[in-house]
């Protein structure tokens, strides 16, 4: 697999997720590239906008394993990791895998759930793999994340502590189709007759693996490893910002621009790559300083500050 390979495949995969995701091209792009660079994906977006929707249409067209699990407040950490189970046969107690030893875990509004319970993915989220009661057991590969969260409801959530969002290699936001696409998903359902949309597998477990290997041959300039690090280290000495993107943050962006050129059939980086993940990469892994809570700024409007303000280097 090369990238000319990452990037044919990458888009009859596309093509067959927007079977039943109608006009979100450059979303779905977004999301291979983050599963092509190892990442997680956070969804923070009205509901009703084809969220889950998308994670089960990747997981099936990717030809992997695809678990749901609906995050609320009476959730254990056991009932993500698995627990210990007393089996008659042998005698001894064994573990029963919980849902997250999936390939494709859909964490569906994850801001419902205690703190307590969303730590339980932090080890799988970053190890990939889960610890319980000392029984450490490896997760499949590939393995990510796609968490939904809903920005309008607040009465019985819990923020997702700092910790766990700096271990979401993205944030997104799907937005509403415009009126044509709209049309469009109202005819196509008429058409079938049916909720369910019939998606063929494209790929597997083994050609991803494949995919993510490409990504690695990927080329980075010296100048745009200095140009990451500068958009970084600028968003922790910005006058609006208590905390910073931390080091996890340049890492997300040379990975998402590795990969995005793989996904282009380029094999070396430009800026415009770095570009187009700053956003969605850094501003979730920020803190914005009280007092510019009440003016209305933004994690967002600040990246895009730093990135208006930081010279562009010239790559060979």
């Known amino acids: 697999m090369n990238v000319e390979g990452v990037k044919a495949r990458t888009a009859a995969i596309i093509g067959e997720v927007s079977h039943a995701v109608v006009g979100k091209d450059d979303v779905l792009r977004q999301v291979v590239a983050t599963l092509l660079a190892g990442g997680h994906v956070l969804f923070v977006d009205n509901p009703g906008l084809a969220k889950t929707l998308i994670a089960r249409s990747f997981a099936r067209v990717l030809g992997l394993n695809f678990r749901r699990i609906q995050f609320t407040p009476d959730l254990l950490p056991g009932d993500i990791t698995g627990s210990h189970v007393f089996d008659r046969d042998t005698s001894q107690f064994v573990l029963a895998p919980g849902p997250i030893f999936a390939n494709v875990v859909l964490a569906d509004e994850i801001n419902r759930a205690t703190p307590k319970t969303q730590s339980a993915l932090l080890e799988a989220m970053q190890e990939l793999q889960v610890s319980v009661a000392g029984d450490t057991r490896p997760l499949p590969r590939p393995f990510a994340v796609l968490a939904t969260q809903n920005p309008i409801e607040y009465e019985g959530t819990f923020p997702l502590p700092e910790a766990q969002l700096d271990r979401f290699m993205i944030r997104l936001a799907v937005g509403y189709p415009t009126n044509a696409e709209e049309i469009e998903i109202l005819r196509r359902r008429a058409a079938r007759h049916d909720d369910e949309v019939n998606l063929t597998p494209i790929t597997d477990a083994k050609e991803i693996i494949e995919m993510r290997a490409a990504v690695e041959t990927v080329i980075v300039d010296d100048g745009l490893h200095a140009y990451i690090v500068d958009?970084?280290?600028?968003?922790?000495?910005?006058?609006?910002?208590?905390?910073?993107?931390?080091?996890?943050?340049?890492?997300?962006?040379?990975?998402?621009?590795?990969?995005?050129?793989?996904?282009?059939?380029?094999?070396?980086?430009?800026?415009?790559?770095?570009?187009?993940?700053?956003?969605?990469?850094?501003?979730?892994?920020?803190?914005?300083?009280?007092?510019?809570?009440?003016?209305?700024?933004?994690?967002?409007?600040?990246?895009?500050?730093?990135?208006?303000?930081?010279?562009v280097p010239k790559v060979s």
């Open 231 to 311: 958009l970084v280290t600028k968003t922790r000495t910005h006058p609006n910002i208590y905390v910073g993107a931390s080091p996890r943050g340049s890492l997300a962006l040379l990975k998402l621009s590795r990969a995005w050129a793989a996904i282009q059939g380029r094999d070396f980086v430009i800026p415009d790559d770095v570009k187009r993940f700053a956003i969605p990469a850094l501003a979730h892994r920020m803190i914005l300083k009280p007092e510019f809570w009440s003016r209305h700024a933004s994690t967002d409007a600040v990246v895009q500050a730093v990135l208006d303000s930081t010279a």
